[in-house]
């Protein structure tokens, strides 16, 4: 099973970035797809999941509004376009996996996790 994270970088304060994360080794239209982010010094947040149809979406607080998750079953890739950037969202950014019906926003529901990229967003 693997999670590759990528699209990750240096940003400044309302520039846009795009986030992939492609998966293989699991049967990835079964699973509903997570977000989540660790700043420096914080504890792992959830950010935005997407269930495995796409037909549902849910994003934390912080982001709803600027961030919008997405994926392409044919092409087993999980989307996080973040749009209006603030330094606050600065953090090594996670796509995860869960085959169950657990909370979506909570650490432990995902079985797999990729191995994250940074995001850095300058004032």
């Known amino acids: 099973v693997q999670l590759q994270a990528s699209g990750g970088g240096l940003a400044q304060a309302g520039d846009s970035l795009r986030l992939s994360c492609a998966a293989s080794g699991f049967t990835f239209i079964n699973y509903d797809m997570g977000w989540f982010r660790r700043a420096p010094g914080k504890e792992r947040e959830f950010v935005a999941a997407?269930?495995?149809?796409?037909?549902?979406?849910h994003y934390s607080d912080p982001v709803k509004g600027r961030f919008a998750i997405s994926r392409d079953n044919a092409k087993n890739t999980v989307y996080l376009q973040m749009n209006s950037l603030k330094p606050e969202d600065t953090a090594v950014y996670y796509c995860?996996?869960?085959?169950?019906?657990?909370?979506?926003?909570?650490?432990?529901?995902?079985?797999?996790w990729g191995q994250g990229t940074l995001v850095t967003v300058s004032s």
């Open positions: 995860a996996a869960k085959y169950n019906r657990r909370s979506y926003a909570t650490v432990s529901s995902y079985e797999y």
């Open positions: 997407i269930s495995w149809s796409g037909s549902n979406t």
